[in-house]
């Protein structure tokens, strides 16, 4: 017999023997599956509800108003500081509200399914620049700058990307060379969330080019800095409300007391701040894509053609049944990711890079099928599918490409 037979053909007796255990007993089993739970705690479907409310009172009525122009929406800034949603993950000794990644996650979720372009801002802000300063900053730097990060006193933003070095960023440019105790920084940078608003950067640079990616540093930039400022705001496809600027450093000197976490350090600490940070990505998507679900099942039940309501078609119903079930299965891998960063666990790399593949690609297939549905008017403005549609395609983008995120896990997968 072949192993996999001989496993097959064992593997009744193995499944009673197992269940025979004496420290086995059926209620055993029985406390094992508890152990698997599904359900969201009481606080956390409150705070489901509250960020709902607070999304669809707050944002839903100028959404198109901002996309259309793409308008940073400055006046939600202090409205979401005021609810906490600008320090969730940072405890409350640090002016956060002390909340786990799971919460960071439904925060996210809520808001992007009304807004991604605000979903996006928050994450930025949480998960990229206070995450990092949070996670690798001297505790001065944590005073001076997580906690009015939290408070949402500041915006912050996180740059990594450059132009010649995207899914590549061991390939940073910018520079920052000693000048005397500090450095000066010289360089741009691209795609900043937040670049243009944000009071506080963290961004990187190459300390010594001879270590490769051990030679790439963080800074933290505070806005005003002479040498220190916003470049090109870029018009995008979508997240229009959202900024993505760049940002220059010229002959930007700052003391050694701006350099976060160790020297050469950097580009590894980044690697740590991107596993939290594509938990948000996923929250992102799956907001994004329950919104695009739900305005499509709304639609399909009020529009009637043939005599009767779209929804009656098998068709019809038939989409809505996969965009739901692949909705769900986002979901749990989402909330699996956030769980595993909320119990520190080791093997988040993998996880919260699954959660951000898979729910990323889902939400372009929801967004798509759920435009479909709206037929002819999926493509007009008036309705929300269209923005949906645009909004989307960042997350297979954003904080690694898919590609990127399947090499990932692949390392992870073969790594003995
Ligand atoms: C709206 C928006 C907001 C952003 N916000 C931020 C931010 O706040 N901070 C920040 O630092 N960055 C930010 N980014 C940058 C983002 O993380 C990068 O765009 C992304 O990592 C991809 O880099 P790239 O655009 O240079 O693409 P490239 O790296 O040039 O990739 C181009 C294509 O080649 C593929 N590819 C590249 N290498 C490989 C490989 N080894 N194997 C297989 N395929 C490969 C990619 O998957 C992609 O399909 C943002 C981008 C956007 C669009």
């Known amino acids: 017999m072949h192993r996999k037979e001989m496993a097959l053909a064992a ?5 009673k023997a197992w269940r025979e255990q004496p420290s086995l007993s059926h209620t055993r089993v029985r406390d094992i599956n508890v152990f698997m739970e599904f359900s969201l705690t009481d606080e956390q479907l409150q705070l489901r509800r509250t960020v709902r409310e607070f999304a669809e009172g707050e944002i839903a009525p100028h959404v198109m108003e901002w996309d259309e122009v793409s308008k940073f929406p400055s006046e939600i800034i202090p409205k979401l500081a005021e609810m906490g949603f600008l320090g969730v993950i940072f405890p409350e000794k640090y002016g956060g509200a002390g909340m786990g990644y799971l919460e960071y996650a439904i925060i996210i979720e809520e808001l992007s399914r009304v807004d991604g372009s605000v979903g996006i801002i928050v994450a930025a802000h949480n998960s990229l620049c206070t995450n990092h300063i ?55 940078k691209t795609f900043t969330t937040n670049g243009h608003y944000a009071d506080i950067c963290v961004g990187m640079a190459v300390t010594d080019r001879a270590k490769g990616s051990h030679g790439i540093s963080a800074f933290i930039l505070e806005k005003g800095m002479p040498g220190f400022k916003p470049g090109k705001k870029e018009n995008k496809l979508g997240l229009r409300a959202s900024d993505t600027s760049e940002v220059i450093f010229s002959d930007c ?39 695009a679900f739900e305005a499509a099942t709304n639609y399909a039940k009020q529009r009637k053609q043939f005599g009767k309501a779209i929804s009656e078609f098998q068709a019809i119903q038939f989409k809505l049944a996969d965009m739901a079930t692949e909705i769900d299965a986002a979901r749990l891998l989402t909330y699996r990711a956030a769980w595993l960063a909320d119990r520190g666990d080791a093997r988040l790399t993998r996880e ?57 896990i692949a390392r992870q997968l073969l790594k003995s």
């Open 352 to 408: 919260s890079s699954m959660a951000k593949l898979y729910t990323s690609e889902v939400a372009v297939r929801v967004a798509n099928e759920a435009l479909q549905v709206f037929g002819g008017y999926g493509f007009i403005k008036d309705y929300p599918a269209e923005k949906f549609y645009r909004d989307v395609k960042l997350c297979t983008i954003g904080e690694g490409t898919s590609e990127i995120q399947r090499l990932v």
């Open 253 to 291: 000197k700052v003391p050694a007391s701006q350099m976060l976490g160790d020297e050469g350090q950097g580009f590894i600490n980044s690697l740590q701040v991107l596993d939290g940070g594509r938990i948000s990505i996923a929250a992102l998507g799956l907001g994004m894509a329950q919104g």
């Open 134 to 188: 949070y996670k690798f900053g001297t505790a001065e730097q944590k005073k001076k700058y997580v906690v009015p990060l939290a408070q949402g006193k500041k915006l912050g933003c996180w740059s990594l990307t450059e132009p010649e070095a995207g899914s590549d960023a061991r390939g940073t440019r910018t520079t920052a060379a000693r000048n005397g105790d500090g450095w000066v920084l010289n360089g741009a």
């Open 11 to 15: 593997a009744p007796h193995f499944i």
